[in-house]
Structure formats: C-alpha cells, structure tokens
C-alpha cells in the first residue's frame, strides 16, 4: 500500500513528515493523508516524491517491474547502481576485486557490520546471489 510504502522510505531517510513536506512543497496534512490512505499525491507531487527518494515513479506506485528492468530484491535499479554494475563488468579480475573490497569496506564502515549480508560471490566467476548467506551470516569471497 502506498501508505505504507511512504512511511518506510520516510523512516530510511529519517525525516519527519514537517520535513519531508517542505521538501516536496505540500502542506503536513497532505503527507499524513498519504500515509494513512485518506488520499493520494497527484501527478507532482508523485513527481517531487519520486525525486526526493530517488526512486521511479513506477516504484511509488508499486507497479510490476518491467520487463528486462535491472531488480535488487525486487526495487529497480537506479541509472547510476546500473552504470556501476556496468563499469564493474569491464574491469579485469584483480581490479574487480579491489572494487568489491572497497565496497565492502565503506558498507562495513557505513553500518558496521561486517561483510555485505546481501552478496555471496564463488571463486573465479564472480557468480553473485542476492540476499543473505545461507548461513544467516554474510560473507563476501572473490578469488
């Protein structure tokens, strides 16, 4: 549900809904309306919203995702996560690793836990599955 959806991306970002409406130009009753289902934004205000969270419109109103559209658990990729993706394919092997270390190294800082509990990569091939390890732990292994 929309709602609930607008909540959750609030909480990510840590911003009231005093905040989140300055940031997007509306009034506080309008994004507790939002939240509590009594009405939806309009065209831009979805635009504003989809901007501020930077997530496609298409996501805020949680439609299918297209076909062929890059996913990470199920939420589009942004044009940058894409290029970023792109330009880790064209590196060599070593390099790829070193990118994938420093990756890790600002997640670890960033949350600090230890390792991404989002990738498992095997040895060689760089064969990457979402989500967490197996093990309910997280590793992060590229030979």
């Not at 996501?59 to 044009?79: I, K, M, N, W, Y």
């Not at 949350?111 to 509990?117: D, R, W």
């Amino acid at each position: 549900m929309f709602g609930d959806l607008l909540k959750e991306l609030r909480a990510q970002k840590k911003v009231s809904q005093t905040e989140l409406a300055r940031a997007i130009g509306v009034s506080n009753g309008n994004v507790g309306d939002w939240e509590r289902g009594r009405s939806k934004p309009g065209y831009d205000a979805l635009v504003a919203l989809s901007r501020y969270f930077e997530i496609s419109a298409g996501r805020l109103l949680e439609l299918p995702v297209a076909s062929g559209e890059l996913t990470c658990d199920d939420v589009p990729l942004t044009q940058m996560e894409s290029d970023v993706i792109a330009m880790l394919r064209l590196l060599n092997p070593h390099d790829r690793k070193n990118a994938v270390d420093f990756i890790t190294m600002l997640y670890e800082q960033a949350t600090g836990e230890k390792g991404s509990i989002y990738s498992t990569y095997t040895e060689g091939d760089f064969k990457q599955t979402s989500g967490p390890a197996a093990d309910g732990g997280s590793k992060s292994v590229i030979a």
